[in-house]
């Protein structure tokens, strides 16, 4: 394993505020929400996988509006069909059964992702296709960073992510990890560097201090170091798809 499975600290978190500024439609079959970036253009464009909080979270709908600001068309699928871990559950809250005995759709992830990219190569027109994924997320985009589906993949405290799903990418990787994480502590990253040093395929992992698990999508805002924490893993994120995902990046 390139990284844990999902653990309690997978639901812990701050809601944050802001009003969102997209629209939910279905793309093929599947509850999406979707924002343009200013001209509207969907050639280059991002899909969003998330944690186990889905969609709906106003926190990775705020992040999908700050994508489409800096230009890229994006999308949020629904990975869970509405059944989602709530902000903070209770302390006998299960992941792992809810995982397993309360979601036996989780085996449909894979075909929720792919219809989507069908729609979006297809229909709506999206020429580069890049991928964010936060925890839960993180294991799809790998598994999808492959030609013709995914170009370019961005992960942050991935969670999931087995160590064949990571040797298996065909595309450029960034990874933005947390100092404290039990599911992608320093043993998992290093065996993910290990991973990467031997790819052909441009990679980069950058570490945050002071922040746990879930601090790209839901930290604490009014602590400074937490704060700058996710405004950088997010310019990360930026600064990897205007490099790779761009068409002139797509040649490097």
């Known amino acids: 394993m390139a990284s ?17 500024e997209g629209e939910v439609k279905t793309l093929g079959g599947v509850r999406t929400y979707l924002t343009y970036p200013k001209d ?16 709906d979270s106003i926190n990775v709908q705020l992040i ?36 397993g005995t309360e979601m036996p759709h989780v085996p449909a992830v894979d075909p929720i992702v792919e219809a989507v990219i069908k729609d979006l190569r297809g229909n709506y027109g999206v020429k580069r296709l890049g991928s964010a994924g936060y925890c839960f997320g993180a294991k799809y985009v790998c598994r999808w960073l492959k030609g013709g589906k995914l170009d370019v993949g961005y992960v942050a405290h991935p969670s999931f992510v087995n160590a064949e799903e990571l040797e298996g990418i065909e595309g450029p990787l960034s990874i933005a990890a947390a100092e404290t994480d039990s599911i992608f502590p320093a043993e998992k990253r290093h065996e ?3 991973i ?7 990679y980069q992992i950058n570490l945050f201090s002071d922040v746990e698990h879930g601090f790209a999508v839901r930290c604490d805002l009014s602590k400074k170091r937490q704060k700058f924490a996710k405004e950088q893993a997010f310019c990360q994120a930026v600064s990897w798809f205007d490099e790779y995902l761009q068409d002139d990046g797509a040649a490097a």
């Open 196 to 202: 990467l040093e031997k790819h052909t395929v441009p």
């Open 40 to 55: 509207k253009s969907t050639h280059n464009a991002i899909l969003i996988l998330t944690d186990v909080m889905g969609m």
């Open 4 to 20: 844990y499975p999902p653990g309690k600290c997978c639901g812990v978190g701050v809601k944050h505020e802001g009003t969102a």
């Open 64 to 99: 999908a509006d700050q994508f489409a600001a800096n230009g890229y068309f994006t999308a949020i699928p629904d990975l869970f069909n509405g059944n989602v871990v709530p902000m903070n559950p209770p302390a006998d809250f299960d992941i792992m059964k809810w995982l």
């Open 192 to 194: 993910s560097e290990k």
